[in-house]
């Protein structure tokens, strides 16, 4: 590990190393594999085979261009914008589940220290996806400055989880590039662990 590297890098380094999260993708990777490989047609269209690359991170600027564009009308909209910033919160709700599901395809698919990483990015993501849903519902029911409150708390939530994310793409070359298009090595490290095949 070089000595250079920031120590929020280093922090997302031990999660890599992290066999404890290794009982989660133990549980769930089977899961998302049975039910990618019971729909192959569909499982090429999660990992954006007709693209030619992942669809994960395409989908995934709808929420979070929702999610901001909430939060800029509450704190700077003024009363006027209220319905409106409630409006994108919620379609970012609706928006979320498409990333999601992509999201679960390709992890299912990548190496071992991918998913350990993955993991807590999904449990992150699941967690503002939450927090989102549950400051809409406050909206819905009058309590608007709750409601505010908690959207920016998934805010925050989501931009841990968006540095995961990067680090995956940047740092591990997630997702495997056979999974979105003709069978190519995906980039190892040292510490890699052999993916599963490859739909």
Same mark, same amino acid.
Not at 4 to 14: F, G, I, K
Not at 17 to 26: Q, Y
Not at 118 to 142: D, E, F, I, P, Q
Not at 172 to 190: D, H, I, K
């Given at each position: 590990?070089?000595? *250079?590297?920031?120590?929020?890098? =280093?922090?997302?380094?031990? &999660?890599? =190393? $992290?066999?404890?999260? *290794?009982?989660?993708?133990?549980?769930?990777?089977?899961?998302?594999?049975?039910? #990618?490989? %019971?729909?192959?047609?569909? $499982?090429? +269209? +999660?990992?954006? /085979?007709?693209? @030619?690359?992942? !669809?994960?991170?395409?989908?995934?600027? !709808?929420?979070? @261009?929702?999610? !901001?564009?909430?939060?800029?009308?509450?704190?700077?909209?003024? *009363?006027?914008? /209220? =319905?409106? !910033?409630?409006? +994108?919160?919620?379609?970012?709700?609706?928006?979320?589940?498409?990333?999601?599901?992509?999201? %679960?395809?390709?992890?299912?698919?990548?190496?071992?220290?991918?998913?350990?990483?993955?993991?807590?990015?999904?449990?992150?993501?699941?967690?503002?996806?939450?927090?989102?849903?549950?400051?809409? +519902? #406050?909206? =819905?029911?009058?309590?608007?400055?709750?409601?505010?409150?908690?959207?920016?708390?998934?805010?925050?939530?989501?931009?841990?989880?968006?540095?995961?994310?990067?680090?995956?793409?940047?740092? &591990?070359?997630?997702?495997p590039r056979s999974a979105s298009g003709?069978?190519?090595? %995906?980039?190892?490290?040292? #510490?890699?662990?052999?993916a599963p095949e490859v739909l």
């Amino acid at each position: 590990m070089p000595d *250079d590297e920031s120590p929020v890098l =280093r922090a997302v380094r031990r &999660l890599e =190393r $992290a066999t404890v999260l *290794d009982a989660v993708v133990d549980r769930a990777q089977p899961v998302v594999l049975s039910a #990618l490989r %019971a729909r192959p047609g569909v $499982a090429r +269209l +999660l990992h954006g /085979r007709p693209l @030619g690359h992942a !669809a994960h991170p395409l989908l995934t600027d !709808a929420p979070i @261009g929702l999610w !901001a564009s909430a939060t800029v009308l509450d704190l700077a909209g003024g *009363d006027g914008a /209220r =319905r409106a !910033a409630d409006r +994108l919160l919620g379609l970012g709700v609706l928006a979320a589940l498409p990333a999601s599901v992509t999201g %679960a395809a390709d992890w299912a698919v990548s190496d071992r220290r991918t998913q350990r990483v993955g993991s807590v990015h999904a449990l992150l993501n699941y967690a503002a996806l939450g927090l989102y849903g549950t400051s809409w +519902l #406050l909206r =819905r029911a009058g309590r608007r400055g709750p409601g505010v409150a908690v959207s920016l708390a998934a805010g925050g939530v989501l931009g841990v989880s968006g540095y995961l994310g990067g680090h995956m793409v940047s740092r &591990l070359g997630a997702p495997p590039r056979s999974a979105s298009g003709p069978a190519e090595p %995906a980039p190892r490290g040292a #510490l890699a662990e052999e993916a599963p095949e490859v739909l």
